[in-house]
T-cell receptor, first 112, second 113 residues
Framework: KQEVTQIPAALSVPEGENLVLNCSFT??????LQWFRQDPGKGLTSLLL?????REQTSGRLNASLDKSSGRSTLYIAASQPGDSATYLC???????????FGQGTTLQVKP | DAGVIQSPRHEVTEMGQEVTLRCKPI?????LFWYRQTMMRGLELLIY????????DSGMPEDRFSAKMPNASFSTLKIQPSEPRDSAVYFC???????????FGSGTRLTVV
C-alpha cells in the first residue's frame, strides 16, 4: 500500500529565503506526482505535475524534482514571499488509474 | 471554463438526516473523484469514476455513503443517515486522463450536529 509522507509538518521562514519542502513515498512504481497548494478554507490548486519519466518541472519560482528510485520529491520555492504562505500537499499517482494518494501536507508561513 | 463546481459550499444538518453533495466536473474530463478532508486523516479518496462508471469505491467508509454519476456532467455523494463523525470538507476533483493533473472544486464543508 502506497504511503506518502511530508516533512516537516510546519515551516516558518523570513521573507526572501529559498526553501525546500520534502515528500517521500514507499512504492517507487509511481505513475506521476503532483504538488498542490491549499489556502485556509479553500480548495486545492495544482502547482506542478511530474510524470514518472521526468526528473523535474518548473513554474516561475517553483521547481519540483522527482527521484523515483529513492522515493522522494522536493518542492523548491525561490525568494519566498508572504503570499506563499499556505499548506503544500504532495500526491502520488500509483498506477495508470489516475488515482492519487496524498501526504498530510506542510504548512508554510513566510513572515514579512 | 468555470472549473469544477460543487454545491452547496456549506451544509449544516442534524444527525440522522440525509445529505446530498453535488459536483459538476470540467467538460471533457473523463475522471471524477470524491475526497474527504479532516484534520486527523487528511485527504482520503472515497470513490472515483471513469466515463461515469464507478471504478474504485474501496474508500467509502460505510454503507451509509453512496455516490452516483448519471451523466458526464453531474455526480452526487449521498450520506444517509448522517452522523457527527461525517463532519468534514468533501472535495470533488476531475481529470482529463491519468496523465493529467487534477482540478479540484472549492469543497463542501459538512457539519453534522
Amino acid at each position: 500500500k502506497q504511503e506518502v509522507t511530508q516533512i516537516p509538518a510546519a515551516l516558518s521562514v523570513p521573507e526572501g529565503e529559498n526553501l525546500v519542502l520534502n515528500c517521500s513515498f514507499t512504492d517507487s512504481a509511481i505513475y506521476n506526482l503532483q504538488w498542490f497548494r491549499q489556502d485556509p478554507g479553500k480548495g486545492l490548486t495544482s502547482l506542478l505535475l511530474i510524470q514518472s519519466s521526468q526528473r523535474e518541472q518548473t513554474s516561475g519560482r517553483l521547481n519540483a524534482s522527482l527521484d523515483k528510485s529513492s522515493g522522494r520529491s522536493t518542492l523548491y520555492i525561490a525568494a519566498s514571499q508572504p503570499g506563499d504562505s499556505a499548506t503544500y500537499l504532495c500526491a502520488v499517482g500509483s498506477s495508470n488509474t489516475g488515482k492519487l494518494i496524498f501526504g498530510q501536507g506542510t504548512t508554510l508561513q513566510v513572515k514579512p | 471554463d468555470a472549473g469544477v463546481i460543487q454545491s452547496p459550499r456549506h451544509e449544516v444538518t442534524e444527525m440522522g438526516q440525509e445529505v446530498t453533495l453535488r459536483c459538476k466536473p470540467i467538460s471533457g474530463h473523463d475522471y471524477l473523484f470524491w475526497y474527504r478532508q479532516t484534520m486527523m486523516r487528511g485527504l482520503e479518496l472515497l470513490i472515483y469514476f471513469n466515463n461515469n462508471v464507478p471504478i474504485d469505491d474501496s474508500g467509502m467508509p460505510e454503507d451509509r455513503f453512496s455516490a452516483k454519476m448519471p451523466n458526464a456532467s453531474f455526480s452526487t455523494l449521498k450520506i444517509q443517515p448522517s452522523e457527527p463523525r461525517d463532519s468534514a470538507v468533501y472535495f470533488c476533483a476531475s481529470s482529463f486522463s491519468e496523465n493529467y493533473g487534477y482540478t479540484f472544486g472549492s469543497g463542501t464543508r459538512l457539519t453534522v450536529v
